[in-house]
């Protein structure tokens, strides 16, 4: 029976880049994806695209294809990612430029664009996914909208002799339905086995996670060799049985408890996951430990997918101005409440015109707040002041105050920092498969 296999290649933006190498010169993969986009990261490359026509894809496109190209080419590999972010026709002519550079010839690259949706959303009547209120209370604020675009295109970039795809957005299980689609011919109103491969597809989407990354706990759920984790493989049948492996003598582990997390991952309703591709089922799925870091994966389903797409739409919310102060040795925690509280009270005389402020003590109460609670004061703290505002000119007035504390508050406080950012928040839409239409372009 035919197999495949395909190795995680990333499971973020800033992954590692030498467990792709790896698999890659060791794992006898037949294509390896790079999943490499979230939503605030296309937001931002949108705005980097309006700029400057030439970018808005993967700040670490190139440093990727680099340390992959001349291996996977070599070996007959394919390449399928979505660090083409907001742009993937720069980023294949990207790729395409540096196949010159590095003497590599004869290679197909595809873009699949249509994603992009913002002048569609910007005049399409809809309520907000997340919090019910009418799209116009954020309409004139948008910056980008992309729909998350299912297996199919890139599929049909494969059957068009595609040796590298790049994507924007799409959904993240898809990048690896994709090629099980294109070489067992599957059907995709096939619900059972397009089930199966999203399942498959989101136990791989995030790399080293399956493999015990983002998974170990010291003393309750050890992990060895996490500084050379292996990330993984999923060998596949054309009758939907898969594998989940990892290199041999690579770091991490593949076992039952850490497929069993990553299944959960991200999941609000298991019985009803929901893709561009399928509703997919993963209330039977079972894990069977074959050998030390081969796990069997059988029982996934599917039902008919929905007839909309989700949309992330980002759109221009606020300022965030910032300060930070550290404070060390005995009392440190009394200090830095006491440079909280005048930072505070410096806000109010200065008139800040803020919509949330946040004073953290960073070590004490800053992730869990007030339910923090130790019997032993940290001897070391930092403070932490931020505030959301609706003008640059207003956040800056946070770091600034910060600042003065070096000589105008409690003692001890140092290696200050401040910034003002802007910040692009997302919000999600659904609209009508149909009016999204996705295209291949070849470089």
């Given at each position: 029976m035919k197999k495949v296999r395909i190795g995680g290649g990333a499971g973020f933006a800033r992954d590692r880049i030498e467990p792709a190498v790896e698999l890659a010169e060791k794992g006898d993969v037949?294509?390896?994806?790079?999943?490499?986009?979230?939503?605030?990261?296309?937001?931002?490359d949108n705005?980097?695209?309006?700029?400057?026509?030439n970018k808005g894809y993967n700040i670490w496109l190139e440093r990727r294809m680099a340390a992959v190209l001349p291996v996977c080419a070599r070996k007959g590999i394919k390449i399928i990612t979505n660090m083409g972010s907001a742009n993937p026709e720069a980023a294949?002519?990207?790729?395409?430029?540096?196949?010159?550079?590095?003497?590599?010839?004869?290679?197909?690259?595809?873009?699949?664009?249509?994603?992009?949706?913002?002048?569609?959303?910007?005049?399409?009547?809809?309520?907000?996914?997340?919090?019910?209120?009418?799209?116009?209370?954020?309409?004139?604020?948008?910056v980008s909208a992309n729909a998350y675009l299912g297996a199919e295109p890139t599929a049909e970039a494969l059957r068009g002799g595609a040796d590298i795809v790049v994507?924007?957005?799409?959904?993240?299980?898809?990048?690896?339905?994709?090629?099980?689609?294109?070489?067992?011919?599957?059907?995709?109103?096939?619900?059972?086995?397009?089930?199966?491969?999203?399942?498959?597809?989101?136990?791989?989407?995030?790399?080293?996670?399956?493999?015990?990354?983002?998974?170990?706990?010291?003393?309750?759920?050890?992990?060895?060799?996490?500084d050379v984790l292996g990330f993984p493989i999923c060998e596949v049948s054309e009758n939907g049985d898969a594998i989940l492996t990892k290199v041999p003598g690579s770091g991490g582990e593949l076992s039952l408890r850490t497929c069993k997390e990553q299944l959960l991952y991200e999941i609000h309703d298991p019985s009803k996951y929901f893709t561009p591709d399928v509703i997919a089922d993963f209330t039977g799925v079972e894990f069977?430990?074959?050998?030390?870091?081969?796990?069997?994966?059988?029982?996934?389903?599917?039902?008919?997918?929905?007839?909309?797409?989700?949309?992330?739409?980002?759109?221009?919310?606020?300022?965030?101005?910032?300060?930070?102060?550290?404070?060390?040795?005995?009392?440190?925690?009394?200090?830095?409440?006491?440079?909280?509280?005048?930072?505070?009270?410096?806000?109010?005389?200065?008139?800040?015109?803020?919509?949330?402020?946040?004073?953290?003590?960073?070590?004490?109460?800053?992730?869990?707040?007030?339910?923090?609670?130790?019997?032993?004061?940290?001897?070391?703290?930092?403070?932490?002041?931020?505030?959301?505002?609706?003008?640059a000119a207003e956040a800056a007035k946070v770091g600034d105050e910060v600042v003065t504390l070096l000589t105008n508050g409690p003692a001890g406080g140092g290696a200050d920092f401040v910034s003002v950012r802007e910040l692009i928040a997302i919000l999600s839409v659904l609209i009508p498969r149909d009016l999204v239409k996705p295209s291949v372009i070849f470089i």
């Amino acid at each position: 029976m035919k197999k495949v296999r395909i190795g995680g290649g990333a499971g973020f933006a800033r992954d590692r880049i030498e467990p792709a190498v790896e698999l890659a010169e060791k794992g006898d993969v037949d294509y390896l994806v790079f999943e490499c986009l979230a939503e605030r990261t296309i937001a931002t490359d949108n705005m980097e695209k309006m700029a400057n026509p030439n970018k808005g894809y993967n700040i670490w496109l190139e440093r990727r294809m680099a340390a992959v190209l001349p291996v996977c080419a070599r070996k007959g590999i394919k390449i399928i990612t979505n660090m083409g972010s907001a742009n993937p026709e720069a980023a294949a002519r990207k790729i395409s430029e540096m196949c010159k550079d590095l003497g590599i010839k004869g290679l197909k690259i595809a873009a699949v664009v249509g994603d992009n949706v913002t002048e569609l959303v910007r005049n399409y009547k809809t309520t907000i996914f997340e919090t019910g209120a009418d799209l116009d209370t954020i309409r004139e604020k948008i910056v980008s909208a992309n729909a998350y675009l299912g297996a199919e295109p890139t599929a049909e970039a494969l059957r068009g002799g595609a040796d590298i795809v790049v994507i924007g957005r799409s959904a993240d299980p898809s990048l690896f339905v994709a090629p099980m689609m294109y070489e067992f011919n599957w059907a995709p109103d096939n619900w059972h086995i397009m089930g199966v491969a999203t399942v498959l597809g989101h136990l791989m989407e995030c790399a080293g996670q399956v493999t015990g990354g983002y998974f170990a706990e010291p003393g309750y759920k050890d992990v060895e060799g996490l500084d050379v984790l292996g990330f993984p493989i999923c060998e596949v049948s054309e009758n939907g049985d898969a594998i989940l492996t990892k290199v041999p003598g690579s770091g991490g582990e593949l076992s039952l408890r850490t497929c069993k997390e990553q299944l959960l991952y991200e999941i609000h309703d298991p019985s009803k996951y929901f893709t561009p591709d399928v509703i997919a089922d993963f209330t039977g799925v079972e894990f069977t430990q074959v050998s030390k870091d081969v796990i069997r994966v059988t029982g996934a389903d599917g039902k008919h997918r929905s007839d909309t797409y989700k949309v992330s739409v980002g759109y221009r919310d606020s300022f965030i101005g910032e300060g930070q102060l550290s404070y060390g040795g005995s009392g440190a925690v009394k200090r830095a409440q006491m440079a909280g509280e005048i930072a505070k009270k410096r806000l109010l005389l200065q008139g800040l015109k803020s919509d949330e402020t946040r004073i953290d003590l960073i070590g004490l109460n800053s992730m869990v707040g007030l339910k923090a609670k130790s019997d032993v004061e940290p001897y070391e703290v930092r403070l932490r002041v931020a505030c959301r505002t609706e003008t640059a000119a207003e956040a800056a007035k946070v770091g600034d105050e910060v600042v003065t504390l070096l000589t105008n508050g409690p003692a001890g406080g140092g290696a200050d920092f401040v910034s003002v950012r802007e910040l692009i928040a997302i919000l999600s839409v659904l609209i009508p498969r149909d009016l999204v239409k996705p295209s291949v372009i070849f470089i």
